[in-house]
């Protein structure tokens, strides 16, 4: 049977998984997880400040979990093909980078700061890192601890990314 809470968020439309450093909660219970792998998520949003991670990632169904040796999965049936040829129409200007990618492959990492590097080859960097995403065919796979490094990848997508004096702001819209 399932939990009453899990049909409590399922009638809100979505199905929540919140990240707090390791500590991830979803509607049945909490997780110690180093490492967590999400697929087929409908929205999420993930906050990087000094070496804290926070984050909210929405699921529009009740997805496949599983959990061991400290590795947390959250997936949908469908998993994306990973390719890594790409085709980009990006415009590069300042500390800006919008435009579209086919496939979309960002990756933060953190050493005295958080790098960011889209595609594996344009870097930006920053204390602070902000990302906002929505799409249901993409993946986000994130160690973190006793490293932060965060994978985002996207089969199709739209990125507008903006440098500030200390914070890196990424929102990527599934095409």
């Known amino acids: 049977m399932t939990n009453p809470s899990v049909l409590r968020k399922l009638e809100s439309g979505f199905y929540k998984v919140v990240?707090?450093?390791?500590?991830?909660?979803?509607?049945?219970?909490?997780?110690?997880?180093?490492?967590?792998?999400?697929?087929?998520?409908?929205k999420a949003e993930i906050n990087l400040y000094g070496s804290k991670v926070r984050g909210e990632i929405d699921y529009g169904f009740i997805p496949m979990i599983d959990f061991s040796d400290e590795v947390l999965s959250i997936t949908s049936s469908k998993q994306p093909r990973i390719i890594h040829k790409y085709e980009e129409k990006l415009k590069i200007k300042d500390h800006m980078l919008k435009g579209e990618s086919k496939p979309l492959s960002i990756r933060i990492s953190e050493e005295t700061e958080y790098i960011?590097?889209?595609?594996?080859?344009?870097?930006?960097?920053?204390?602070?890192?902000?990302?906002?995403?929505?799409?249901?065919?993409?993946?986000?796979?994130?160690?973190?601890?006793?490293?932060?490094?965060i994978w985002i990848y996207v089969p199709h997508g739209y990125i507008n990314?903006?440098?500030?004096?200390?914070?890196?702001?990424?929102?990527?819209?599934?095409?």
């Open 161 to 175: 990314l903006s440098q500030g004096k200390n914070t890196v702001k990424i929102e990527v819209n599934e095409i």
């Open 116 to 149: 960011v590097s889209v595609n594996e080859k344009h870097v930006y960097k920053g204390d602070n890192i902000e990302v906002k995403f929505t799409g249901f065919n993409s993946v986000l796979n994130m160690l973190i601890y006793p490293l932060r490094i």
């Open 19 to 42: 990240i707090n450093n390791d500590k991830v909660y979803v509607p049945e219970r909490e997780y110690n997880a180093h490492h967590v792998f999400l697929v087929g998520f409908s």
